[in-house]
């Protein structure tokens, strides 16, 4: 059983930046894939973010340029730093671990483990 635990959601105006963090509690699996999923109210949860093992990221288009997926210092830790927020970007965002094949990368179904959440709010 892996434990997520994220930190770092907040407030923020738009154009602002935050900073998000998950530690994985041990690394289950040799070939594992760390993300970051979002939810707004009322729609389906998608994909943010990845890291593999390797070292490849992987981001949503609607991301891409302003957000920035890295593992952190310490071990089975991760972090996504969010910058040029907008507010549609405000969401619980969840940190995921999982074995996903590469096709599969931005498919949540793949991912096994998952955080409780943290809250991501922009104002405009």
């Known amino acids: 059983q892996v434990e997520l635990v994220e930190s770092g959601g907040g407030s923020v105006e738009a154009g602002g930046s935050l900073r998000l963090s998950c530690a994985a509690s041990q690394r289950a699996y040799s070939n594992y894939a760390m993300a970051w999923f979002r939810q707004a109210p009322g729609k389906e949860r998608e994909f943010v973010a990845a890291i593999r093992y390797s070292g490849h990221t992987y981001y949503a288009d609607s991301v891409k340029g302003r957000f920035t997926i890295s593992r952190d210092n310490a071990p089975n830790t991760m972090a996504l730093q969010m910058n040029s927020l907008k507010p549609e970007d405000t969401a619980v965002y969840y940190c995921?671990?999982?074995?996903?094949?590469?096709?599969?990368?931005?498919?949540?179904?793949?991912?096994?483990?998952w955080g409780q959440g943290t809250q991501v709010t922009v104002s405009s």
């Open positions: 995921s671990y999982g074995r996903p094949i590469l096709s599969s990368i931005r498919d949540r179904t793949h991912y096994a483990y």
